[in-house]
């Protein structure tokens, strides 16, 4: 008796319904996992808008509502141009804004050339560079209030640091913060020291980005260090140094804690009166907040013209 024989079962294609079932659910998964991933990120972005626009853009838009608002006796009514008019009619404001371009001037011929200058010294260096950007740097660390305290000391025009060194060369003592001729160059001097280490560092990176085939070449041309810092370094580091001036100048036109600490924001005849300073006192001194913002309206109009103009002759000077 012969065994029976098995036929082949014949293989059953999937239908329709099967392969379609598999594809929905693969797809429906990953749909759920780019949805989970993109709520986490939209999250993060979310809140990090919400921040930028309550801490950031909502007081602007404040501040540009209060310009044309006048609060008398707890009414705010609206006040149209009468704010401008008063800041620009104040004596003190045209005194301001002429020592914040001093202040801006000097601050520049010091806080912008000497950190370059320090930078090209340190990048000469190659043993102990690490400490000497520390000590270049530490200055940023310290609190601002105590290194303005500090030089306060420095200048005190009895027992004071810079006199002593000048009593030691048999040379005049000088009147540091109470004249009108050293003031603001004391404030310079004390805000150079503050905040030289950043650009420093800055600087410094950019110069050791520079290949040393360039200064080689240089030096086969037969330069000397001043030509090699003038055809090599200068423009090799140009975009950091245009970038630099700009931050720095918006920066300068915004002082007020090295004058509000060092000579209690005026100064000598008003010889350190800056305009953050005289918004400071329409504020808080006046209880002019519509002028205090007017003003704030006028040196952010000033800066951002300034900026424009800056970045428009950078574009037309690559072309």
Not at 91 to 110: D, G, I, K, S
Not at 190 to 200: D, V
Not at 271 to 299: C, D, K, R
Request: charged content about 15%; hydrophobic content about 50%; glycine content about 8%.
């Amino acid at each position: 008796m012969s065994a029976p024989t098995l036929s082949p079962r014949k293989a059953t294609r999937p239908g329709p319904g099967h392969r379609g079932s598999a594809r929905p659910d693969s797809a429906r998964e990953e749909f759920l996992r780019a949805l989970r991933r993109n709520i986490s990120a939209h999250g993060f972005l979310i809140g990090a808008v919400l921040c930028f626009s309550l801490f950031s853009w909502y007081p602007m838009v404040r501040e540009f509502i209060l310009a044309f608002q006048k609060n008398e006796d707890g009414t705010t009514t609206w006040a149209g141009w009468s704010n401008l008019t008063y800041v620009f009619n104040d004596p003190a404001f045209w005194q301001a804004w002429r020592n914040t371009l001093l202040f801006t001037v000097l601050a520049l011929l010091l806080g912008f050339v000497v950190p370059f200058a320090v930078a090209v010294v340190l990048n000469e260096f190659r043993h102990g560079q690490g400490y000497l950007r520390l000590l270049v740097y530490l200055p940023v660390m310290l609190p601002p209030v105590a290194s303005v305290l500090l030089f306060k000391y420095f200048y005190d025009p009895g027992y004071g640091l810079f006199n002593r060194i000048l009593a030691v060369f048999h040379l005049p003592e000088q009147q540091w913060l109470q004249d009108t001729s050293t003031s603001m160059l004391s404030v310079v001097i004390a805000a150079t020291w503050m905040n030289m280490g950043g650009a420093t560092l800055i600087y410094l990176a950019a110069l050791q980005g520079i290949p040393g085939e360039l200064y080689e070449a240089a030096e086969l041309d037969g330069a000397g260090l001043l030509r090699k810092i003038w055809h090599v370094t200068i423009p090799q580091t140009r975009l950091i140094l245009s970038l630099l001036l700009l931050m720095q100048i918006i920066a300068t036109m915004q002082v007020f804690t090295e004058p509000f600490l060092l000579t209690n924001g005026a100064g000598p005849e008003g010889s350190t009166t800056t305009v953050v300073y005289l918004i400071y006192q329409y504020a808080f001194n006046f209880n002019n907040y519509g002028s205090a913002a007017a003003l704030g309206l006028v040196l952010l109009v000033v800066l951002a013209g300034f900026s424009a103009v800056y970045v428009r002759l950078s574009r037309s000077s690559e072309d």
